[in-house]
């Protein structure tokens, strides 16, 4: 294995240690209040991780948009991850190569990077709005971490077609 390899492997490594507080830690607060006669009163206040969000969008019988979610943020970055293992393992073979134009294929319908910008605008939006805040938790600094990671993995690695299909 190359030692550019190595470091894609390293890397996977890290963005799904980064992936799953990614997931599981609040990413947004919002905090929406109102003033009535001289007094603030909270309207709302909400705090969701990703799959929190997943769970209530489903709860809420917004089925479709959870499994968007579920699919794209969750779903295609593990089974990314999950198959650089066999992808170097068969590194000089047509199949190893197969499933590395295949995870080339699923990277660009991976919506990581998307939700964390997404998220950036809507903490923006937010600041704009004067009876609404909101706060980026920690949650959304470990998924923008797991996007620049996962990407520099993927970047990193190399694999040559086999030598039948040059």
Same mark, same amino acid.
């Given at each position: ?8 492997? #390293? &890397?996977?490594? $890290? ?7 990614? +997931?599981?830690? @609040?990413? =947004?607060?919002? *905090? ?37 979610? #579920? &699919?794209?943020? $969750? ?7 999950? +198959?650089?293992? @066999?992808? =170097?393992?068969? *590194? ?55 996007? =620049? ?18």
């Amino acid at each position: 294995m190359t030692a550019r390899n190595r470091l894609a492997l #390293l &890397l996977t490594v $890290v963005s799904l240690a980064l992936l799953w507080p990614g +997931l599981t830690e @609040p990413v =947004l607060t919002i *905090r929406a209040t109102m003033e009535i006669f001289g007094n603030v009163r909270e309207l709302s206040n909400e705090t969701r991780s990703v799959l929190g969000a997943v769970r209530t969008l489903h709860d809420g019988g917004n089925n479709f948009v959870a499994g968007l979610i #579920l &699919l794209f943020s $969750v779903l295609v970055p593990i089974t990314k991850a999950a +198959l650089l293992v @066999p992808m =170097l393992a068969w *590194r000089h073979e047509a199949r190893g190569y197969r499933l590395y134009t295949f995870v080339r294929a699923i990277s660009k319908w991976s919506m990581a990077d998307v939700f964390a910008v997404g998220m950036l605008i809507a903490l923006l939006a937010a600041k704009g709005t004067a009876n609404l805040e909101a706060v980026a938790g920690r949650g959304f600094y470990f998924f923008a971490a797991y996007c =620049l990671v996962s990407n520099a993995a993927f970047q990193a690695l190399r694999l040559e077609p086999p030598a039948a299909t040059r």
